[in-house]
């Protein structure tokens, strides 16, 4: 059982899964046990998972009485699986349990076909690991499941980085479909669990204002530019990473895509470049990884946002489109808007806000706990 303080216990009772170390008073469990939460006064207020490392020591599964057994395991996963069945994604590739948004705290679950691709981010499910790969087995019957257990989260618990095959066999690439697109993805070394599944949604959202010559800045695979390229004369895809780039052309030759381009470049100075060789876009897209890992990275993440946007915005015909992204939790959508307001008055232009995006909708968000709203999607358009 752990006890905490009358402010862990008022997180509680606002609805965020998380109980900080320092509103934990009294712990009587190893990492990884589920455990009993009880208020300042001895009330029982739910079950959690108890980390003996991690700053989030406690991770809400149940509130009151409600046992976390294996029913409720069972019943989580089953509704996670439903909900996106009722999504009707037009995909062989998305995400199946988005932890806390599920409420499976640090669980990940991504379909890719027929294989499955895990990460247990945390003590607690990662000593269910057996009992989670049977659910699995049992509701999905994958042909393959991989753990990914290899993001740096991972040792904040105490735990190893590894990638690992957990069921059946999982081959070095797969071939999976998103709409009339097919990809090529390696579930073992790509980033995240193979693909961004994030921004398959706005992908689409990007490809219905899409036109003319776009530039896909920070492309990884080339998600955006293969969406973008059916409306546009031809598109330019930037990533730093060299294997990206070879994967960019490889893409678009699997799918009969003649006008997208890839280079292996540094987007800042890439921008900067253009700008002053007098290049001009209609569509730009900017997806950098997450520039705030953590809170004392957010000034310098910032900074960094508001150069990429500003050099966008001044690259950008008039009437053209910016579709524009943060994916840094620690930057939430209020301060995202802002640092685009500061970009646009740096850049002197005006630029219209046509929609305020998020993750896809099957990375749920709560209501309640900010940190589950990670992906900012605005899409701009250069009035003059
Ligand atoms: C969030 S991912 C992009 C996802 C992609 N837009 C998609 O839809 O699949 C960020 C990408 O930026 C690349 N990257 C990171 N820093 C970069 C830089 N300074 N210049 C160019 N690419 C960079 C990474 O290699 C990674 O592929």
Redesign the pocket.
């Known amino acids: 059982m752990a006890v905490v303080s009358a402010r862990g216990e008022r997180r509680i009772q606002s609805g965020h899964p998380w109980v900080y170390r320092s509103d934990v008073v009294e712990a009587r469990a190893e990492g990884g046990e589920t455990v009993v939460v009880l208020g300042p006064r001895r009330r029982v207020l739910g079950q959690a998972l108890f980390s003996d490392r991690s700053q989030i020591t406690l991770r809400m599964l149940t509130r009151g009485e409600r046992p976390a057994d294996d029913a409720l395991w069972r019943n989580r996963l089953e509704a996670a699986i439903r909900f996106r069945a009722s999504l009707d994604p037009d995909a062989t590739a998305y995400r199946l349990v988005h932890g806390e948004g599920d409420l499976l705290p640090s669980l990940i679950v991504d379909r890719y076909g027929e294989y499955l691709v895990v990460q247990l981010l945390s003590q607690g499910v990662d000593r269910r690991t057996g009992a989670i790969v049977a659910l699995l087995v049992d509701l999905l019957a994958p042909a393959g499941i991989l753990a990914r257990n290899d993001p740096r989260v991972r040792l904040l618990e105490g735990l190893d980085q590894h990638v690992r095959v957990l069921h059946g066999t999982v081959p070095d690439s797969v071939v999976v479909s998103d709409g009339t697109l097919e990809y090529d993805v390696d579930l073992h070394k790509g980033?995240k669990t193979g693909?961004?599944l994030d921004?398959r949604e706005n992908?689409v959202a990007a490809a219905g204002y899409a036109r003319g010559r776009a530039l896909?800045?920070?492309?990884?695979?080339g998600?955006?530019a293969l969406r973008l390229a059916g409306a546009c004369d031809e598109v330019e895809a930037?990533?730093?990473?060299a294997e990206?780039a070879v994967r960019i052309g490889a893409n678009a030759a699997r799918n009969g895509i003649a006008n997208v381009r890839a280079r292996e470049?540094?987007?800042?100075d890439e921008l900067r470049r253009l700008e002053k060789a007098g290049e001009r876009y209609d569509t730009i897209?900017l997806?950098?990884?997450a520039f705030a890992k953590n809170k004392a990275a957010v000034e310098a993440a910032l900074a960094g946002y508001k150069e990429i946007n500003l050099r966008a915005m001044r690259l950008l015909r008039p009437g053209g489109v910016l579709v524009t992204c943060s994916?840094s939790y620690n930057v939430d959508e209020p301060t995202f808007q802002a640092v685009l307001d500061h970009a646009a008055a740096d850049a002197g232009v005006t630029v219209a806000v046509l929609e305020k995006r998020m993750q896809a909708r099957d990375h749920p968000v709560l209501v309640g706990v900010p940190e589950s709203h990670y992906l900012k999607c605005f899409i701009l358009r250069r009035v003059e």
């Open positions: 980033q693909l961004f921004q992908r896909d800045a920070f492309s990884y695979h998600g955006f930037l990533d730093i990473s990206a470049v540094n987007v800042f897209v997806d950098p990884p994916c």
